[in-house]
């Protein structure tokens, strides 16, 4: 359900759900919906509480991305705690959720499968992505080159994976960044549209840094150009 928020004058909103906290989200676009997933604790406002709280994923849809009707807690009363997480497409028609594991064992990327977006089913150890880092969650890019696709993972400050088919992972590279940032998350801007980087694909990186300004270079698919992250804003390099 969506409640507004009175708080601030600009315009806005606050999705809440009707009980306990939800904390860190992805949104998936999939047939005419906006598909909501976020960490979900019953406990009532308490963010900085112990990890371990973290066991469940609470979902929402919407079909304009502002009024969003509450589905509930999809993934309940998991063995290990969740930690951040990302939704994306496989190659047999699936969707993969993982989600980072900091604690309950090794550090690492875990998985779940659904078909509907709805009915999660976890993957099993045989599929978990063990990490001497922190693994926090793994942003997912997709690119199609001699009529295959192909996918690359960008785990929060872990590295890069690749996948032939969107589920099953191995470790590729790790981030070759001009200085010692922790990475975050990273997009994809996609081609078209008009002002800097119209027609390009462009490497966004959310980052935690000790200076104003990441350069990253991009990786797999893309070509060995630089962009530049300077204070929220994005640079594509000629």
């Given amino acids: 359900m969506l409640r507004a928020s009175g708080r601030y004058s600009a315009s806005g909103f606050v999705y809440r759900a009707p009980r306990g906290t939800l904390k860190d989200n992805a949104v998936l676009w999939h047939d005419g919906k906006y598909y909501l997933f976020t960490m979900y604790s019953e406990r009532v406002g308490d963010l900085s509480g112990p990890q371990d709280q973290w066991r469940n994923v609470w979902s929402a849809v919407s079909t304009d991305g502002v009024h969003w009707q509450d589905v509930g807690a999809v993934i309940k009363d998991t063995p290990f705690v969740i930690h951040g997480l990302r939704v994306s497409r496989t190659a047999h028609g699936t969707f993969v959720l993982n989600h980072g594991s900091l604690t309950d064992g090794p550090k690492c990327l875990r998985f779940w499968e659904s078909k509907d977006l709805r009915h999660w089913k976890y993957l099993g150890k045989e599929y978990d992505l063990e990490h001497p880092k922190s693994l926090d969650h793994m942003d997912v890019l997709t690119t199609k080159k001699d009529g295959k696709t192909h996918w690359y993972g960008y785990a929060a400050d872990g590295g890069i994976f690749q996948s032939d088919d969107g589920k099953a992972w191995k470790w590729a590279s790790p981030y070759n960044l001009t200085d010692r940032s922790v990475v975050y998350g990273i997009g994809e801007t996609g081609g078209g549209g008009s002002g800097n980087g119209a027609g390009k694909s462009a490497v966004v990186v959310e980052y935690i840094l000790p200076k104003s300004e990441l350069t990253v270079t991009r ?20």
Avoid at 219 to 238: D, F, L, N, Q, Y
Wanted: proline share 10%.
């Fill in 219 to 238: 990786h797999g698919p893309w070509p060995a150009k630089v962009s530049t992250v300077r204070m929220g804003r994005i640079r594509v390099a000629e």
